[in-house]
C-alpha cells in the first residue's frame, strides 16, 4: 500500500510570511494527524482529524496556524505568518481510527525561517 | 499537564552491547507505542502494548509495559550498527485519544 504523501520536503521562508503544506494520508485511513517536531524532541500533535471533523486542535497556535480537510482525504497545514521558532520538521501520519492505533508517518517537510 | 519522559536522552555503546531506554508517564495510559526514527528519517513505528505487565518480543528488542501503565522500556540485546536511531515511547492519556511522544532516546552503536 501506498504510504503517507508529503509535500513540499523542504521550505526556506522568512519570518512573516506564510507557508502551506499537503499531506495525503493511506487510502481508507479516517484519522488524520499533524506533528511539530523540533530538533531533538518528539513530535508534538499540533491538530489530530476524525474524518473531516477536528478531534483535537489544542496544541495548535491558531493565531498562526490553520488546518483543514474538507473532503476527509488530503490535509493541509497553513502558517501565516512565520515566526523563527516555526523552524522544525512538520510531521503527518495517519491512522485507520483513533490514535489508539498504531500511526503511520509521512516524510514530513523540514521548515527553515530566516 | 501530561508528560512522557524517557531517559537516557543519548547512548553510545559498542556494537555487541545490550542497550535500554525507559519511559515513564505522569498519568496512566491505555496503551504504549514505540516508534524508531533514523537520522533524517521518520517516526516507524515498531510496536504496541496494550495490557498492564505485558512483554513483547522482536528478535532482539524487548518491550515492557509497567504494571500500573505508566511506564515502558525497551531493551536491545547485542547491537548492531543497523539498530542506530532515536527511540520514542508515546501513549495515549487514559481519558483522552490524544498520542504524546516521550522526547526520544538516541542510539549511536560504534562497531
Known amino acids: 500500500e501506498a504510504g503517507v504523501a508529503q509535500s513540499p520536503r523542504y521550505k526556506i521562508i522568512e519570518k512573516r510570511q506564510s507557508v502551506a503544506f499537503w499531506c495525503n494520508p493511506i487510502?481508507?485511513?479516517?484519522?488524520l494527524y499533524w506533528y511539530q517536531q523540533i530538533l531533538g524532541q518528539g513530535p508534538k500533535l499540533l491538530i489530530q482529524?476524525?474524518?473531516?471533523?477536528?478531534?483535537?486542535d489544542s496544541q495548535l497556535p491558531k493565531d498562526r496556524f490553520s488546518a483543514e480537510r474538507l473532503k476527509g482525504v488530503d490535509s493541509t497545514l497553513k502558517i501565516q505568518p512565520a515566526k523563527l521558532e516555526d523552524s522544525a520538521v512538520y510531521l503527518c501520519?495517519?491512522?485507520?481510527?483513533?490514535?489508539?492505533?498504531?500511526?503511520?508517518f509521512g516524510d514530513g517537510t523540514r521548515l527553515s525561517i530566516l | 499537564g501530561q508528560q512522557v519522559m524517557q531517559i537516557p536522552q543519548y547512548q553510545h555503546v559498542q556494537e555487541g552491547e545490550d542497550f535500554t531506554t525507559y519511559c515513564n508517564s505522569s498519568?496512566?495510559?491505555?496503551?504504549i507505542q514505540w516508534y524508531k526514527q533514523r537520522p533524517g528519517g521518520h517516526p516507524v513505528f515498531l510496536i504496541q502494548?496494550?495490557?498492564?505487565?505485558e512483554v513483547k518480543k522482536q528478535k532482539r528488542l524487548t518491550f515492557q509495559f509497567g504494571e500500573a501503565k505508566k511506564n515502558s522500556s525497551l531493551h536491545i540485546t547485542a547491537t548492531q550498527t543497523t539498530d542506530v536511531g532515536t527511540y520514542f515511547c508515546?501513549?495515549?492519556?487514559?481519558?483522552?485519544?490524544?498520542?504524546?511522544f516521550g522526547q526520544g532516546t538516541t542510539l549511536q552503536v560504534k562497531p
Open positions: 498519568t496512566t495510559l491505555s496503551n
Open positions: 501520519a495517519s491512522s485507520p481510527q483513533f490514535s489508539n492505533q498504531p500511526q503511520h
Open positions: 487510502s481508507g485511513h479516517a484519522t
Open positions: 482529524f476524525q474524518n473531516n471533523g477536528v478531534v483535537d
Open positions: 508515546a501513549g495515549p492519556p487514559s481519558n483522552t485519544g490524544k498520542l504524546i
Open positions: 502494548l496494550v495490557k498492564s505487565g
